[in-house]
């Protein structure tokens, strides 16, 4: 069974400061991978993902994620964090075509604090 | 952008009433999704649904809960006698038919459900 693992529960940077937040997978190929943002009170919004090819993915707001097969690892990064960005991150696992189910794994989240 | 929208945003009920939560896909998506989120823990897959029956549910959806597409635009989740622990935030998704593709990348806003 495919499972996420995201280690930090919470994380405070500063205004400009440089951000990554730690994704692991557990998975028996290689899953499609995803990170959402979501805010306050809002819906899960889709920041990138990672189907094959490149295994740095450029994604919305100025966030990459780099896969590590070797670490099942897809941790998502941005060079500079502006205040608009705390909210909570979720990785996310999905199967490949007949490898599981289609429905999205989600780690636990990290919750991001952005200080002045 | 198309949207995935979800009605009502905020709905209290008393504990053993039937509550109903709606959804509207993005209009040409045919994988339809539900998840929710109990306050503070990870998002959950409930049940996915295509070709108007479930394709694959969790051991969270129980006899207690019900899909249906009872037109060509609506999603509903019904859970016919509510729990306390029903009480979390549902989130409906969509997505097409190609498995690549195939993955919930559309998110709703979510039902916030309040079980009293």
């Known amino acids: 069974a495919q499972s996420v693992t995201q280690p930090d529960i919470h994380i405070t940077v500063s205004e400009g400061a440089s951000l990554e937040l730690r994704c692991n997978y557990s998975?028996?190929?290689?899953?499609?991978l995803f990170w959402y943002v979501q805010s306050p009170g809002q819906g899960l919004q889709l920041l990138l993902k990672?189907?094959?090819?490149?295994?740095l993915v450029q994604g919305i707001k100025g966030f990459e994620a780099e896969f590590k097969r070797s670490q099942s690892s897809f941790n998502l990064r941005k060079p500079s964090v502006h205040w608009s960005d705390a909210a909570e991150y979720f990785c996310?696992?999905?199967?490949?075509?007949?490898?599981?189910?289609?429905?999205?794994?989600f780690g636990s989240g990290t919750r991001l604090q952005v200080q002045p | 952008e198309p949207e995935v929208t979800q009605t009502p945003s905020h709905q209290v009920t008393q504990m053993g009433q039937e509550v109903i939560l709606r959804c509207v896909p993005i209009?040409?998506?045919?994988?339809f999704y539900w998840y929710r989120q109990i306050l503070g823990q990870k998002v959950e897959f409930l049940v996915s649904?295509?070709?108007?029956?479930?394709?694959?549910k969790s051991e969270i959806f129980d006899d207690q809960f019900s899909v249906e597409r009872p037109d060509g635009s609506n999603f509903t989740l019904k859970i016919r006698s509510t729990k306390l622990e029903d009480s979390a935030m549902y989130f409906c998704?969509?997505?097409?038919?190609?498995?690549?593709?195939?993955?919930?990348?559309?998110f709703g806003d979510g039902t916030r459900l309040s079980i009293l």
């Open positions: 996310a696992v999905g199967a490949r075509e007949n490898t599981g189910r289609r429905a999205l794994t």
């Open positions: 209009s040409n998506h045919l994988y």
């Open positions: 998704a969509s997505s097409d038919t190609r498995w690549a593709s195939n993955q919930p990348q559309h």
């Open positions: 998975y028996g190929a290689t899953p499609y």
């Open positions: 990672y189907f094959s090819g490149d295994t």
């Open positions: 649904f295509y070709n108007n029956e479930i394709s694959e």
